[in-house]
């Protein structure tokens, strides 16, 4: 809104003429401007024996003020979601290369790398047991870890030794580490006389990010696709 110089009541009303206003581009929407050019023709074309009332001026002003208000306040919110979205594209670009865990059953095996995971026990168990598939669905281990208090069950495995809960197990495959590539991890406990198979969460490495127009973030892990932020359990 232009800054008024001058008191008086004609050269207000002078400096807001339709006339001498810049002509805007139009749109279907009532603006600010067009609001005010509506405004102040109505005045200036009133009936002099019937002037508008002052409480109906006051009204259309206070209108006027609501009207400018809202667009302050849009334009400020335009403001913020750039900068979260700024923000957000900030905070994908530090997640690539970071490993991440989510719910899945298969990872990759990296050179020198390590997959770690976590399952979630209800109930203590007496029997926990890890199979381990290679990407041609052939068994290549199977590690009996023992009984296991209820909760959260961390394991390490870098091919060659498996590690639970800070514990080393013997591994049946052999000596030798089994070569880079895709592996499966089956997990099942014993409860209640009954053998499930529990859910499993294991590592990736995220590849790239992508960042949505609404501001969510997809992360695209090796091995395993696309994954919403959401899911991630864990940041490694």
Request: glycine share 8%; no cysteine; charged share 15%.
């Amino acid at each position: 809104m232009n800054e008024v110089k001058n008191n008086t009541t004609g050269n207000v009303l002078s400096n807001l003429n339709i006339s001498n206003a810049p002509q805007e581009k139009q749109t279907n929407e009532l603006g600010q401007t067009a609001y005010l050019e509506l405004m102040i023709t109505k005045l200036n074309n009133q009936y002099p024996l019937s002037p508008q009332d002052n409480t109906a001026f006051v009204a259309q002003l206070a209108q006027f003020s609501s009207v400018e208000g809202l667009e302050r306040l849009n334009s400020n919110f335009d403001s913020f979601s750039s900068s979260f979205m700024s923000n957000q594209a900030l905070q994908a670009s530090s997640l690539v290369g970071r490993s991440v865990t989510v719910p899945a059953e298969t990872a990759r095996l990296t050179p020198s790398g390590i997959i770690s995971g976590s399952v979630d026990l209800a109930a203590a168990t007496s029997d926990l047991s890890f199979k381990v598939y290679n990407s041609k669905g052939e068994i290549v281990g199977n590690i009996p870890a023992g009984g296991l208090p209820a909760g959260e069950v961390a394991f390490r495995w870098d091919g060659q030794f498996m590690e639970v809960n800070g514990e080393l197990l013997t591994w049946s495959a052999g000596e030798e580490p089994l070569p880079v590539g895709e592996y499966r991890f089956e997990v099942y406990a014993s409860q209640d006389g009954k053998t499930e198979q529990l859910e499993t969460a294991l590592s990736a490495n995220v590849n790239s990010v992508t960042l949505g127009n609404d501001g969510s973030l997809t992360l695209n892990l090796a091995g395993l696709g696309s994954v919403n932020v959401g899911d991630v359990k864990q940041f490694n």
